[in-house]
């Protein structure tokens, strides 16, 4: 009986010690393959939003340099503010995910489609930063102060994507990428280096804050009419016609008649037409690749008779609407320089860029096979 009982107190103890062995190499097969997959994840992230990162060392690093130029309740504003507004703007995302129905109606679908990078997004970011500016005119003069304040409201923004994108990143392999519906994520990067440009500069072109608030403002007021033309074409002509009055309206309500800066004299009519030019060259354009993509779904047996002549006439008409664009912005921008010299200029690409019809790089697909 004691032999039977220490052989099966040997039985049970080993086969505990196989079961304990296999179950620890269950789970360290799952570790391992859950490292593997949280790896994969991570480096996929950085890959994919290196973007997101670079913003938040680049901001953080300039704020390093930059922040003992403004008061510290004054960075914690913009900074708090921004990133309120973009929890507020993953909110609605979520909560249009809980009630389909809501991103259905008429507004939402305006306004909040593609949320949080959507149009209210993108145009309330604006507005709010831009009452900010007002309120805190002290930094006019002082590049390095309006650099500090710029650092702040990106490094809340940036913190606030990297965070909501990092936790679709865990929840999926393959996330849809982050963008607004309208804009290209090209087009939007070109356009934030312009505008941060065009905010600069106006501190050596200009004489008091509001060539500074001037940009945002007008951008604001394009970017909303674009947005409505875009899902209404029949109110393109109306939305068009309301940027001019609006434009003539912040020039004339903001700008002096003429000021001086650096020995140099400047007009407020020559920052009028630049606008009004940029606004029609971004609209010419868009009409020209209108025109291109209107012969190349009606009009094609017109203009190919033999097989031959597929390549040629397709390449001939692309690279004539391309030069012609470019030409366009090329003599726009110029022109800008000539009047205003680099504020012009960069004011001149903000209203091109803001422009959301606007075609600038010539990627329209052939369809003549």
Same mark, same amino acid.
């Given at each position: ?89 993953? $909110? ?14 008429? $507004? ?30 002290? $930094? ?143 609209? $010419? ?85």
């Amino acid at each position: 009986m004691e032999q039977l009982y220490w052989w099966s107190l040997a039985t049970l103890l080993w086969s505990g010690w196989q079961v304990i062995r296999q179950v620890v190499r269950l789970e360290a097969h799952k570790l391992a393959q859950f490292k593997r997959i949280l790896a994969y994840q991570f480096f996929y992230f950085l890959r994919n939003e290196y973007k997101l990162t670079l913003t938040i060392f680049s901001s953080a690093l300039l704020l390093l340099v930059t922040g003992n130029a403004v008061k510290d309740n004054v960075l914690q504003t913009f900074f708090w503010l921004n990133v309120a507004w973009w929890l507020l703007q993953i $909110f609605v995302k979520e909560l249009q995910n809980i009630a389909p129905k809501l991103s259905k109606r008429l $507004f939402f679908k305006i306004f909040w489609e593609g949320s949080p990078l959507s149009a209210v997004g993108i145009i309330g970011a604006l507005c709010i930063n831009s009452y900010l500016l007002y309120f805190y005119q002290g $930094f006019f003069g002082n590049i390095t102060l309006l650099l500090a304040l710029l650092a702040s409201i990106f490094l809340g923004t940036s913190i606030v994507f990297w965070i909501f994108r990092f936790g679709q990143y865990r929840s999926s392999l393959h996330p849809a990428p982050l963008q607004n519906p309208y804009i290209s994520n090209e087009r939007l990067d070109l356009w934030l280096v312009v505008l941060i440009s065009c905010l600069v500069l106006a501190q050596m072109y200009g004489n008091k804050f509001t060539f500074v608030i001037l940009p945002i403002l007008v951008t604001s007021v394009i970017l909303v009419t674009a947005f409505i033309a875009k899902q209404h074409k029949h109110f393109q002509i109306a939305m068009i016609v309301f940027q001019v009055m609006f434009i003539f309206i912040l020039i004339y309500a903001f700008l002096p008649d003429f000021w001086l800066k650096n020995g140099t004299c400047y007009y407020r009519s020559d920052l009028l037409v630049i606008l009004i030019i940029s606004l029609l060259i971004s609209v $010419f354009a868009d009409k020209i690749i209108a025109f291109y993509q209107f012969l190349q779904e009606k009009y094609t047996v017109y203009f190919v008779k033999k097989p031959v002549f597929h390549v040629w006439v397709t390449y001939i008409l692309r690279g004539l609407i391309t030069l012609t664009i470019t030409s366009l912005l090329a003599w726009g921008v110029l022109f800008a320089f000539q009047k205003v010299e680099l504020y012009g200029m960069s004011l001149s690409l903000l209203v091109i860029f803001s422009n959301i019809h606007t075609k600038i790089s010539f990627d329209v697909p052939i369809k003549w096979k």
